[in-house]
């Protein structure tokens, strides 16, 4: 299950992360009455601006060193190659926690504070082919930031996308 501990950032107050779950719970009840396929896909692209502004907003607010209006883009393009490559459904649940948490990564990673990670090397074997699409995927950050990415940070994100993928096989 991902839960807080996936993406702990101490400056977010209950009052911002219960406002980021109610845009997308009231976005999603929405999006269920609408009758018509183009009205559902209309009203999904609104859904998916409106969540993504209210995590934009918020992470801005968090950020010291970045501008959330920069490394949002970039971080939900890693976020949909690596959906794609792990051939995993879309899910803004997923997308939610990878962008709250590669956000606070990023500055981690700038100041060379990265968390640390206790079973690395038994999480690299049991998903080794889902550490390697993520390695490959944030090399590119690497790139634009000219900063270490830490293999013990790598690890909560193989965390989340293995906690989803395992979801859907049993659901």
Do not use: W
């Not at 980021?20 to 269920?32: K, V």
């Not at 206790?118 to 590119?140: A, D, M, P």
């Amino acid at each position: 299950m991902v839960g807080p501990r996936i993406c702990p950032h101490p400056h977010l107050s209950n009052p911002e992360i219960k406002n980021i779950y109610n845009c997308f719970r009231d976005s999603s009840s929405s999006i269920n009455s609408l009758n018509t396929q183009a009205l559902s896909e209309n009203a999904k692209e609104l859904e998916e601006k409106n969540l993504y502004d209210v995590l934009s907003s918020t992470i801005q607010q968090q950020l010291i060193f970045l501008d959330a209006n920069k490394i949002l883009p970039i971080l939900n393009d890693i976020y949909s190659n690596i959906v794609k490559d792990l051939d995993l459904d879309f899910s803004n649940s997923l997308l939610t926690a990878f962008l709250m948490h590669t956000s606070f990564m990023l500055e981690r990673l700038i100041k060379k504070q990265p968390l640390a990670y206790k079973h690395l090397n038994t999480l690299q074997r049991k998903y080794s082919n889902i550490y390697n699409v993520v390695y490959e995927h944030f090399l590119v950050i690497k790139d634009i930031f000219y900063c270490e990415i830490y293999e013990t940070e790598l690890a909560y994100i193989v965390e989340m996308f293995a906690e989803f993928a395992e979801s859907k096989k049993t659901s």
